[in-house]
């Protein structure tokens, strides 16, 4: 499976920004997919994940503020994401894997086996 992440940019504090990622390669509908972030000198860190069934789950510091979705028919992994803060600046991932061992498992970025290349937001305050 290729990744291919885009929708970053600058927005202002308090604004929207949606994100997309595009999937190849392989059949995407059987994938889990997720959305991680890494911020200067910080850890990655998970953001949120869907399953084939469309059941998400969220990070508690983006949730009510984030939306992960998904097209399988047209191979596509979007993030909605709405009230962004100063905190949520990063470089914003996309990943998918075809092995889920539950919502535990989702979180973790070693869980994943396909990346993308990763798509720069950033907000202003």
């Known amino acids: 499976v290729q990744l291919q992440a885009s929708g970053g940019g600058l927005v202002q504090a308090g604004g929207s920004l949606s994100l997309s990622c595009a999937a190849s390669?392989?059949?995407?509908?059987?994938?889990?997919m997720g959305w991680f972030r890494q911020a200067p000198g910080k850890e990655r860190e998970f953001v949120a994940a869907?399953?084939?069934?469309?059941?998400?789950v969220y990070a508690d510091s983006v949730k009510g503020r984030f939306t992960i979705s998904r097209d399988n028919v047209k191979n596509i992994l979007y993030l909605q994401m709405n009230s962004l803060n100063s905190g949520d600046t990063a470089v914003y991932y996309c990943?998918?894997?075809?092995?889920?061992?539950?919502?535990?498992?989702?979180?973790?970025?070693?869980?994943?086996?396909?990346w993308g290349q990763g798509t720069q937001v950033t907000v202003s305050s």
């Open positions: 990943a998918a894997s075809n092995r889920f061992y539950g919502w535990s498992f989702a979180k973790i970025g070693t869980s994943y086996d396909y």
């Open positions: 390669g392989r059949t995407f509908s059987n994938h889990f």
């Open positions: 869907i399953v084939w069934s469309g059941n998400t």
